[in-house]
Each structure stands twice: as structure tokens, then as C-alpha cells.
């Protein structure tokens, strides 16, 4: 195979081409970009490895480019980054100024072999040949180079049937794979991920390796580990890289707590559904519809306290009562462990999960403008995201039941926006605030101001009072009487003053 007119195409390789001529060092392309090239899936990094310092070519290319080089003195590498203004980087020991944008990542590695002790994932590191650099890597479809010399510009060099591998739809070492999973056990995250990603089979010697050796996995960090999990979780059917997980042993000891869901039990001929393999249906449903990372973990965790809430009921059958709360509190443990951010998009997680019944049980019961309203408030911008987690939530394997289920939510949905639109209430506040209820009826912060404030507030999401001044004030003084307290001063309860009271509320009258 030749790839010259490829190489041609994108500048870039004929600048390498020509500054590693005029170091006199040989220079490839290798890993992943050979491997994206030949199945055509776009890819967003070039690494080049060269027989001889990577740092030097790069500062080459860099200077012929006019774009900013990155130096890792430390592990022998340089990168020209994407953007000028992207050159921060914690491990670099040198930037080297340019201006201008080169739209790629592209990363420089001398060759080199590599030797690994049992303790560590970093090995001991020499200089070495192209072989010794192609031995090191992960997988034959990773191993692959294309030449940048003169002598043999555009050649695919491929000592491993990567290219085999690629059209077989196989993922395998290119040495004895116990060895390769050892040295570096991160390799068998890697191995399933990239099944995951490209919809590939992993070659049975080397699954029974990631069997043999998972226990390995215990030297990796938690952060590549969760790095891969979500690379695995983004891919296009995430349930295919979840079941090789399991079968390797590898779930168990990364996420027990999804494997936990694993199982049927069956009291008085009465059995629940498998809650792994439903959310893993869930999890793909999801896929379907969105390549949010963080809805698809609000997929993977939305039934996670279903173990812990299982009961069987003899007139019912098996219940979870209180699943989503116990799940939306469970969240933020399993965040923690797994180094996930504990920020915004673990509390939209986390109230997803504590949500996720609430849009089925609308359609379930007759449906209130009462219920519809709270759940528009307590979804806020989140509601879209939640409805598609609902949708996918449906798994019956009985079609009609399904599309009997989403026909129901359609209608829910509909009245949702119906009523958004006419009440415009999401991000909702009301009108009347603690302040007011404590100047109008003179009192100090008490149990008494709390009463009145959730009485105004049910009063309004119950649709009994609109969310303004002039409707709030005189229900508040109302309900202040029927607790024996009586207003200390006059209220404002004209429109105008109304605005300046509550400027920021959207209910406001205009
Ligand atoms: P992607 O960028 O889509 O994640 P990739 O194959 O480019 O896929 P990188 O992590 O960018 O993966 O690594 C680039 C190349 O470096 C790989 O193709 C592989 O040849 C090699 N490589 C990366 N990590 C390892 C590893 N842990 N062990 C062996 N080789 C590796
Ligand atoms: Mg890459």
C-alpha cells in the first residue's frame, strides 16, 4: 500500500519530509493517524517517530513553520500544538515562540526501545530502531508507519499485519500479549476501548491474556483508567465495551457497583429484570440521541441503588422503592472514586438520577398542571436531557408496549411545553421573597416566615395564585392572619413597585 498522494495532501509531511533529509535522521508517521487514515475516520493528532532526536526535528519544523514547539526535555518528546495560544503545558520544560496555528497536533519521539519492571507502568527507556519502536506499541492496527524518506516515501511499513488486522476487524498484540498486557496493564482498558470505538473483536489469545492478567490493573492510575472508561461510554454502542468488561474480569474491579446490578432472582415464580443488561440497553438508547458524555453517566447510573432498595413484596412483587433518591446520593462517591469532576456535571448527574421516575409517573397518573409545573421547576434547563433519558429508560422488549409508552410521553411532553410557554416558568422564583414576609409582618427570621413562604409557594405551583406581587401579597397577608400575625406597614402592591422588588424574576410584570 502507498500512501504518497495522501501525504501530499496535507503540507505538513513535506515539511517533516524535508527538514529530517536535512538532519539526516529517517522520519515516519505512526499509530493511530496510520490506523484512521486507512479506515477514513477522521483523526485529530499526527505522531512521527524519528530515528534520532525528536526534540531537534521538531525545532526544524517549528522554525520552518513559523509555529511554537513544546518541549518535554524529560521524556524525549517535542509537539507542535494545534493553536499558538494552547502552549501551556505542565511537564514542558521549553516553548519555543511562533505565531501562527497549525490546525494539528502533531507530536515528535525519537525511536526507542523500551523495558518495563513489574512495579511500574514507566519503563526504562534506550534509543532504538523503528522495529524496537513498533514493538512497543499497544496493537498490530497501532503499529503501523508510513515512511517520510526520500528512498521510500509514502510506504506502508506494517511488520505486524496491522493492515490484516484492520480489514479482519481484530484488535491484537503484536508480541505475546501476556507480556505486552503486564508491561503496561493500561493496555487492556486500551484493547476494549478501541473494540468499543471501531465495533472490533478482540483476537481470542489476547482476551484470555486481559483475563490472565487483569488483576494488573491495580498499578494503573485511577485517571487513565476513568480516561478510557469514558472513551468507552462515548463510543457509538458503549454496551459492547461494558460487556467485554465484565467477561474479562476487568468490571469487577473497576466499577462493582454497575456489576452489582447484575442478576435475577426469583421469589414465588416472580423475577425482575436483569438491571446490568437493562442499563446497558438504557446507556445505548442514550447514544442514540445524544454524544453528551454526562447524560450517558446519568444512563449508566440511573438504577445504581437498585441492589441496595430491592425488596420483594408478596401482593406486588419485587419493588426499589426510593431508587432515584438513594442512586442521586450514591452519585457523587462513585464520582469520587472514579476522579470524575466534582462539579456542575456530576449535580446535573446526580439530578438526573434522583429525576428519572418523575416523567414516567406523569404519564402513569392523570396528568396535573400541579405535577407538570414541579417538574418544569426542579428540571430547569436540565428537562430536555431528562425526557431523553426517560425515552431511552424504555426497554420492554414488547415493541407495542414500547411505543404505547412513548406515545404517552409525547402527550406529557406536549403539555410541558404548553405550559412552559404559557407560565414561563423555569428558573422559577417567587415573587415574594423571606425579606418581605419579615418587614410586612415585623418579624424576625422564624419559623413563621418559612410557613408563609412554602404556603406561597405551593399556592403558586398549584396555580391558585399567579406568581406576581399584586396576586402574592394579598394571599401572604392572609395566610400571616391565620397564624394571628397582622401587617406593620403598607404594601406595595402596585405593578411598578412591583418590578423594582423582583426586577431579576422573569414572572415579573413588565
Ligand atoms: P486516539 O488518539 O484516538 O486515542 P491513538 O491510537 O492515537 O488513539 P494515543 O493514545 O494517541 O492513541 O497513542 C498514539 C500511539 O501511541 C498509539 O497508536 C500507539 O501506537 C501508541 N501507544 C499509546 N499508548 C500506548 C500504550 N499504553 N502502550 C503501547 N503503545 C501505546
Ligand atoms: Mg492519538
Redesign the pocket.
Known amino acids: 500500500m502507498n500512501f504518497t498522494e495522501t501525504l501530499h495532501s496535507n503540507p505538513i509531511f513535506e515539511v517533516i519530509a524535508r527538514q529530517a533529509a536535512a538532519l539526516d535522521v529517517r522520519a515516519y508517521v505512526?499509530?493511530?493517524?496510520v490506523?484512521?487514515l486507512i479506515l477514513k475516520r477522521p483523526?485529530?493528532?499526527i505522531?512521527i517517530v524519528c530515528i534520532g532526536s525528536g526534540i531537534d526535528l521538531a525545532e526544524a519544523v517549528g522554525r520552518e513553520l513559523k509555529v511554537p514547539v513544546i518541549v518535554f526535555k524529560n521524556f524525549g518528546t517535542a509537539m507542535l500544538p494545534a493553536h499558538a495560544d494552547q502552549t501551556t503545558y505542565t511537564e514542558a520544560t521549553e516553548t519555543v515562540p511562533g505565531s501562527r496555528s497549525l490546525g494539528w497536533e502533531v507530536e515528535f519521539v525519537g525511536a526507542r526501545k523500551e523495558s518495563y519492571r513489574s512495579d511500574s507502568?514507566k519503563p526504562l527507556v534506550e534509543n532504538g530502531t523503528l522495529e524496537d519502536d513498533q514493538n512497543?506499541?499497544?496493537?498490530t492496527i497501532?503499529?503501523m508507519g508510513i515512511s517520510l524518506n526520500e528512498s521510500d516515501f509514502g510506504q506502508l511499513l506494517d511488520p505486524f499485519g496491522g493492515l490484516d488486522d484492520l480489514r479482519r476487524k481484530t484488535i491484537r498484540t503484536p508480541l505475546e500479549p501476556k507480556i505486552t498486557f503486564s508491561d503496561?496493564p493500561?493496555?487492556m482498558m486500551?484493547a476494549i476501548r478501541?473494540a468499543s470505538?471501531l465495533g472490533f473483536d478482540i483476537e481470542p489469545d489476547t482476551f484470555d491474556a486481559i483475563i490472565e492478567m487483569k488483576d494488573r490493573l491495580a498499578i494503573v492510575s485511577r485517571e487513565r483508567i476513568t480516561d478510557e472508561l469514558n472513551?468507552i461510554i462515548l463510543s457509538a454502542k458503549p454496551s459492547y465495551g461494558f460487556k467485554l468488561l465484565y467477561h474479562a474480569g476487568l468490571l469487577d474491579l473497576i466499577f462493582p457497583e454497575l456489576l452489582a446490578l447484575k442478576g435475577v432472582e426469583t421469589i414465588e415464580g416472580k423475577g425482575h429484570k436483569d438491571n446490568f443488561y437493562h442499563t446497558l440497553q438504557v446507556l445505548d438508547n442514550v447514544a442514540e440521541r445524544s454524544d453528551d458524555l454526562w447524560l450517558r453517566w446519568a444512563a449508566l447510573l440511573h438504577d445504581i441503588a437498585k441492589p441496595a432498595t430491592k425488596r420483594f413484596d408478596p401482593k406486588v412483587g419485587w419493588t426499589f422503592h426510593g431508587h432515584e433518591d438513594l442512586g442521586a446520593k450514591q452519585v457523587p462517591g462513585i464520582f469520587r472514586q472514579m476522579k470524575l469532576p466534582l462539579n456542575e456535571k456530576m449535580r446535573f448527574v446526580k439530578k438526573l438520577v434522583r429525576l428519572h421516575l418523575r416523567p414516567i409517573a406523569l404519564v402513569k397518573e392523570q396528568i396535573t398542571d400541579s405535577a407538570l409545573r414541579r417538574l418544569l421547576i426542579e428540571a430547569g434547563d436540565d428537562l430536555e436531557a431528562l425526557m431523553n433519558l426517560c425515552r431511552a429508560d424504555i426497554t420492554s422488549k414488547n415493541y407495542d408496549r414500547v411505543k404505547k409508552h412513548l406515545a404517552n410521553f409525547d402527550k406529557v411532553e406536549r403539555k410541558l411545553r404548553e405550559l412552559d410557554e404559557r407560565d414561563k416558568l423555569r428558573n422559577f422564583q417567587p415573587v415574594i421573597t423571606g425579606e418581605l414576609i419579615m418587614e410586612a409582618f415585623g418579624l424576625k427570621p422564624s419559623k413563621e416566615v418559612g410557613l408563609i413562604k412554602v404556603a406561597i409557594r405551593e399556592a403558586i405551583l398549584e396555580g391558585t395564585v399567579v406568581n406576581t406581587l399584586e396576586a402574592a401579597i394579598p394571599f401572604m397577608i392572609e395566610e400571616g392572619r391565620k397564624m394571628g400575625l397582622e401587617p406593620v406597614k403598607e404594601l406595595p402592591i402596585q405593578a411598578d413597585q412591583s418590578v423594582s422588588h423582583d426586577s431579576s424574576s422573569p414572572e415579573s410584570p413588565q
Do not use: C
Not at 30 to 33: A, E, K, P, T
Not at 136 to 139: E, I, N
Open positions: 505512526i499509530g493511530g493517524f490506523r484512521d483523526s485529530k493528532d505522531d507502568r512497543r506499541r499497544d496493537f497501532n503499529a503496561d493500561l493496555r486500551r478501541f470505538q472513551k
